[in-house]
C-alpha cells in the first residue's frame, strides 16, 4: 500500500545485457514503457553466464565476486530514467550467476550447472556469504543519478528479490542432492544431523518421528 491506497505493479522483464542500455536507449526506453502504462521493470538475470562479457558480473575479472563498473553506471541511469516516468524496479539478486573455481567455494564447483550451485547458500556458509557479498556490492552503491540513493534506499525500487525459482526440495525432487561433490554433500549431511539432534533426544525418537 501507498498512502493508505492499494498500488497495482505492470511490468516488464528485462534480462541479461538489456538491462545495461546506452543512455540514449535507456531514455528512450523509459519513455515508451511509461507510454504503454507499465509502472514497474523486473531487471531478472543481471549475472547471465551466457553473456559474459556484457552483465554485471565481470567475469573476464577472473572470479564472480566482481562486479562491473561500466555496467553498474548503465543500470544505474537505466532506474533513474524509469524512475523519472514513474516506472518502479525490481531488482532480482541471485538468478544465473555462475560461480568459479577462484570464487573460494572450492574446485568442485564447477561440476555443478549455475542453477545447482545456488543451493549451497542454504547450508554452506562460504556461499551464503558470496550472496550476501553480491547483494552488498549491488544494494548499497551510490546512484549518482539518484542523488547518491544507493538502491537498497531508493523509494523506486519497490522489489528485491533474493533468489529465483530455487531450494533445496526442488534440488531434492530433481535428485541433485543425491548428485552433489562430496565436500557439498557432507556438508549438507552434517548440517542436517545437526538438526535432527536439536529435534530428537535419541535415535529412537528420530525414528518413530518419521516412521
Same mark, same amino acid.
Given at each position: 500500500?501507498?498512502?493508505?491506497k492499494?498500488l497495482r505493479?505492470?511490468?516488464?522483464n528485462?534480462?541479461?545485457?538489456d538491462?545495461?542500455p546506452s543512455?540514449?536507449?535507456?531514455?528512450?526506453?523509459a519513455?515508451?514503457?511509461?507510454?504503454?502504462g507499465?509502472n514497474?521493470?523486473?531487471?531478472?538475470?543481471l549475472e547471465a553466464?551466457?553473456?559474459?562479457?556484457?552483465?554485471l558480473?565481470?567475469?573476464a575479472?577472473?572470479?564472480?565476486?566482481?562486479?562491473?563498473?561500466?555496467r553498474l553506471?548503465?543500470?544505474?541511469?537505466?532506474v533513474?530514467?524509469?524512475a523519472?516516468?514513474?516506472?518502479?524496479?525490481?531488482?532480482?539478486?541471485?538468478?544465473?550467476?555462475?560461480?568459479?573455481a577462484?570464487d573460494?567455494l572450492?574446485p568442485?564447483?564447477?561440476?555443478l550447472?549455475w542453477?545447482?550451485?545456488?543451493?549451497?547458500g542454504?547450508?554452506d556458509?562460504r556461499a551464503?556469504?558470496?550472496?550476501?557479498?553480491y547483494?552488498?556490492k549491488?544494494?548499497?552503491a551510490p546512484?549518482p &543519478?539518484r *542523488?547518491g540513493l544507493?538502491l537498497?534506499?531508493? +523509494?523506486?525500487? #519497490?522489489?528485491?528479490?533474493?533468489?529465483?525459482?530455487?531450494? =533445496?526440495?526442488?534440488?531434492? &525432487?530433481? *535428485?541433485v542432492?543425491?548428485?552433489?561433490p562430496a +565436500?557439498?554433500? #557432507?556438508?549438507l549431511?552434517?548440517?542436517?544431523?545437526?538438526? =535432527?539432534?536439536?529435534?530428537?533426544?535419541?535415535?529412537t525418537?528420530?525414528?518413530a518421528?518419521?516412521?
Amino acid at each position: 500500500r501507498l498512502d493508505g491506497k492499494r498500488l497495482r505493479f505492470l511490468g516488464v522483464n528485462v534480462t541479461s545485457a538489456d538491462a545495461f542500455p546506452s543512455r540514449d536507449r535507456a531514455e528512450a526506453h523509459a519513455a515508451r514503457l511509461a507510454r504503454f502504462g507499465f509502472n514497474a521493470v523486473r531487471f531478472h538475470h543481471l549475472e547471465a553466464p551466457w553473456d559474459k562479457a556484457n552483465v554485471l558480473v565481470d567475469y573476464a575479472s577472473g572470479s564472480s565476486r566482481t562486479l562491473s563498473a561500466e555496467r553498474l553506471d548503465r543500470l544505474h541511469y537505466f532506474v533513474a530514467q524509469l524512475a523519472a516516468h514513474g516506472i518502479h524496479s525490481d531488482i532480482n539478486l541471485l538468478v544465473s550467476r555462475e560461480f568459479q573455481a577462484t570464487d573460494g567455494l572450492g574446485p568442485e564447483i564447477v561440476q555443478l550447472g549455475w542453477k545447482d550451485q545456488h543451493i549451497l547458500g542454504f547450508f554452506d556458509d562460504r556461499a551464503l556469504s558470496l550472496h550476501r557479498e553480491y547483494a552488498t556490492k549491488l544494494l548499497t552503491a551510490p546512484n549518482p &543519478y539518484r *542523488n547518491g540513493l544507493p538502491l537498497a534506499q531508493d +523509494p523506486a525500487v #519497490a522489489f528485491v528479490e533474493i533468489m529465483n525459482e530455487n531450494g =533445496l526440495l526442488q534440488k531434492w &525432487y530433481e *535428485n541433485v542432492l543425491d548428485t552433489l561433490p562430496a +565436500p557439498y554433500a #557432507a556438508a549438507l549431511q552434517a548440517k542436517w544431523n545437526a538438526w =535432527l539432534k536439536t529435534k530428537y533426544a535419541n535415535t529412537t525418537a528420530l525414528l518413530a518421528g518419521w516412521g
